[in-house]
């Protein structure tokens, strides 16, 4: 089975084809990503009508460059999967409706994909893992704990009740003048650091459950600013501030996860996987501290590799092929959703501005 998946649910434009080969090099026959970093920088994080206007501007040009790197027709794919949501409408609407034209006129299956589902199943792409598994799913806009069941099935343990954690790690790096987007750079300041030097909190670390909050985090980072005085801060003090801040993501995530696998053996005692997915899970230092559970829970970890971390669309043509396998298309008449829990029966979590 051939997919062309197309992803512009937020600043990265991105066309992929992917195959079901067995082999698992042969999977991704072409996937390319333009990222729209430099659009955004001067305003320090993603602006949505800007970022709508830039699928719209490179969005058939990147179609085209994918088909012709992986060497194939419109007449050879089996489907177009598209991001139908969640993220900012109007990106959304501009890669909906290319799948959607593509699709009339070859006459071939239309799937709108969950970006959620798309970084969910990720590491069946990279990696042959099977249902059900753990999964820790952290992004610009998203930090949950959810057991995937298989196709369309997820079951939410916990989410945040504040921000995500790569929004944290966004908006940590805006206050140290690091600039846009913020992990990648927090990362790489912190490799110079000293995560022990400031002493930040770990909120919800010891509490019952599944949820997680980072706004805390991130007000003890600002207030770590203020103290040394902006512009008073040597690379040193920052490369420390990072390392710290990473610190203590990483404590709280390992702590979230002890609790998830928990609850995950207690519904399926014989599952033993555990996977990263979504941007933050590019970050090498928090998946080396997330291996620790390898031995102190006995699971395996997968986290697939950085590039297919950070939004692509190889991620939402894998998650169309599972879907049409399964039996799932979707109407030309598919409407994007700007948001699309994974979970709509998940029980909201308690706290002010809960992400769903
Ligand atoms: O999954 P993603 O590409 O887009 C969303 O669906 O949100 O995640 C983007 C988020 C951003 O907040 C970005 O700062 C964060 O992932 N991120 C990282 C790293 N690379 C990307 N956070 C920490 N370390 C990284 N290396
Ligand atoms: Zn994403």
């Known amino acids: 089975m051939l997919m062309l998946g197309i992803e512009s649910s ?15 090099e042969h999977r991704i026959l072409s996937n390319i990503v333009l990222s729209q970093d430099k659009e955004h920088r001067p305003f320090g994080g993603v602006v949505p009508e800007i970022a709508a206007r830039a699928h719209l501007k490179h969005m058939d040009d990147l179609i085209m460059s994918a088909m012709t790197t992986a060497d194939v027709s419109f007449d050879e794919i089996d489907g177009i999967a598209a991001t139908g949501g969640p993220g900012l409408i109007g990106g959304v609407i501009v890669g909906i409706m290319s799948a959607k034209a593509i699709a009339s006129v070859k006459k071939k299956p239309f799937i ?15 990696s042959n893992i099977r249902f059900p598994y753990l999964l820790l799913l952290v992004s610009g806009g998203h930090c949950q704990l959810l057991i995937v069941e298989g196709i369309g099935q997820y079951k939410r343990l916990g989410t945040t ?32 650091g000293d995560g022990k030097r400031f002493d930040l909190p770990r909120p919800m ?9 980072f706004s805390g985090l991130k ?17 040193q003090d920052i490369a420390d ?7 203590a993501a990483g404590d709280i995530l390992i702590d979230r996860c002890k609790n998830g696998l928990n609850q995950f053996k207690s519904i399926y005692p014989a599952g033993n996987t555990l996977v990263v997915a979504g941007g933050v899970a590019a970050n090498k230092s928090i998946g080396e501290r997330l291996a620790e559970l390898k ?3 006995n699971i395996q970890l997968v986290i697939p590799p950085t590039k297919l971390c950070t939004d692509n669309a190889a991620m939402i043509a894998w998650a169309g092929i599972e879907q049409l396998k399964s039996g799932h298309t979707s109407s030309l008449d598919f409407k994007p959703r700007p948001r699309w829990p994974l979970d709509p029966n998940a029980p909201a979590a308690i706290g002010a501005g809960v992400k769903a």
């Open 10 to 24: 937020c600043d990265e434009t991105a066309a992929a084809l992917v195959c079901d080969a067995t082999k698992i």
């Open 112 to 126: 709108a994909i969950n970006h959620l589902e798309g970084h969910a199943l990720t590491a069946r792409l990279t």
């Open 161 to 192: 009740v504040d921000d995500a954690l790569g929004e944290a790690f966004d908006k940590c790096a805006k206050m140290m003048g690091l600039g846009y987007p913020g992990g990648p750079k927090v990362e790489a300041a912190a490799k110079a």
């Open 205 to 213: 670390r010891g509490r019952e459950g599944c949820h997680f909050s």
């Open 219 to 235: 007000s003890a980072v600002r207030r770590q600013i203020e103290k040394l005085g902006n512009d008073g801060m040597s690379s």
């Open 241 to 247: 501030l990072c390392a710290s801040f990473q610190q």
């Open 295 to 297: 031995h102190t829970e």
